[in-house]
């Protein structure tokens, strides 16, 4: 049973798509002028960047009605949660990427839509995209000038609606059953497992943080749902009601699916060859049950292994007091942050199968990340035209 919404609204939000994104698709479709648009796009990459001249009438008049943050959004939370993320946007990283895309794929809706335009092998692809719009959404100023976040939130309106007006069109997609694709509610899903349970994932860890930074940190995502097109009453404003509605979204909508074990499987071969050898074979399944909810981690199949299920959990221990020592030992504050820079290195290297990194993380993060020795920037390579 849903809760803090009413539960047919929820209900309703399977069958909204975006409307002023897809009636854009819709006109570029029909019109032929999808890779047109595309090519342009592609350079479209700041927020004070002028609109391109090329595009068509219904891009720019899409780009320009959705360039502006809600009047709501106080610059200070945005900032402090730009702090927070300073300090511990590695672990952030850590829990984005052994928990949330496993939630994700709990979401058996969500898991048809990934293997139907994906494919059940291409984890890589979802990981990068995912990487990268959490990178611009945490740079400094991400929705003034500076930024960059804004053409990545209009882009991926655009995407989304793309991946909706082909589906329905390919016959694969039954929309009387299960709602339009990537549909409103599937949103509202996405934008909990990257923020409230990004950061229970991180408290799972042993990683400390405030009830302050958490509602920092949920803040910028309800910011950014609004700016993706969720409609205002679908997304609590206070995070506990935020977990109260996410728990309720586990236990209706999340459940084991054929496509969603496949697709972590996929990712948990992935990541494995982030440590070659036999090993340290089950150490990453074993992250993952840390991470998330049990009753997940057993409808995505993820492996158990006693052994270093044990290890895992005396790491998390040895977190919390190096956590507790943080302040007055520059040795734990070294150990803590090495951890996660070498697992976002590590991603950055391998998330993409030998293609060209897609993970560009904004200047200011790089700088103040490596200012204080933390920074994986040396791993990460400029993007291409057709990256962005």
Not at 215 to 222: K, S
Not at 282 to 290: C, D, E, H, K, T
Not at 294 to 318: C, F, H, I, Y
């Amino acid at each position: 049973m849903v809760t803090v919404v009413d539960a047919a609204a929820f209900e309703a939000l399977k069958f909204q798509g975006d409307p002023l994104a897809d009636a854009v698709v819709a006109d570029l479709v029909a019109t032929g002028r999808v890779g047109v648009v595309n090519e342009v796009l592609a350079h479209f990459r700041a927020n004070d960047q002028p609109i391109p001249e090329l595009l068509p009438d219904s891009v720019r008049e899409f780009l320009v009605a959705t360039d502006d943050p809600p009047a709501w959004v106080d610059q200070d939370r945005v900032a402090r949660a730009y702090e927070f993320f300073v300090d511990d946007g590695v672990h952030v990283a850590s829990v984005l990427t052994f928990g949330a895309m496993v939630n994700c794929y709990a979401h058996a809706r969500a898991s048809r839509v990934l293997t139907l335009t994906h494919g059940l092998n291409q984890p890589h692809r979802r990981l990068s995209e995912t990487s990268q719009f959490v990178m611009d959404m945490m740079g400094r100023d991400a929705f003034g000038s500076g930024g960059s976040f804004v053409p990545t939130i209009q882009k991926t309106r655009l995407i989304h609606a793309a991946v909706r007006h082909f589906l329905i069109s390919s016959g694969k997609w039954d929309v009387a059953v299960d709602g339009v694709p990537v549909c409103q509610q599937d949103m509202v899903g996405a934008l909990f497992i990257f923020s409230v349970q990004v950061i229970e994932g991180m408290r799972r860890m042993g990683i400390s943080v405030t009830e302050q930074e958490a509602e920092d940190y949920y803040y910028v995502w309800r910011a950014a749902g609004a700016m993706l097109g969720i409609p205002a009453d679908a997304v609590p404003e206070s995070i506990q009601d935020a977990r109260e509605l996410s728990a309720a979204m586990v236990e209706s909508v999340y459940g084991p699916s054929s496509e969603g074990v496949a697709l972590t499987r996929h990712l948990l071969d992935l990541y494995e060859k982030l440590f070659p050898g036999k090993l340290f074979d089950g150490i990453v399944a074993a992250m993952i049950r840390q991470v998330v909810n049990p009753e997940v981690a057993d409808w995505m199949e993820v492996p158990k292994s006693r052994g270093w299920n044990g290890v895992v959990r005396a790491g998390t221990r040895l977190v919390r007091a190096l956590e507790r020592a943080e302040d007055n030992s520059t040795l734990a504050t070294t150990i803590l942050d090495r951890a996660g820079t070498i697992l976002l290195g590590g991603s950055v290297r391998n998330l993409t199968n030998g293609q060209s990194t897609t993970l560009t993380i904004p200047s200011d993060l790089r700088e103040r990340w490596e200012a204080e020795g933390r920074s994986p920037a040396s791993t990460t390579a400029e993007p291409t035209a057709t990256q962005r």
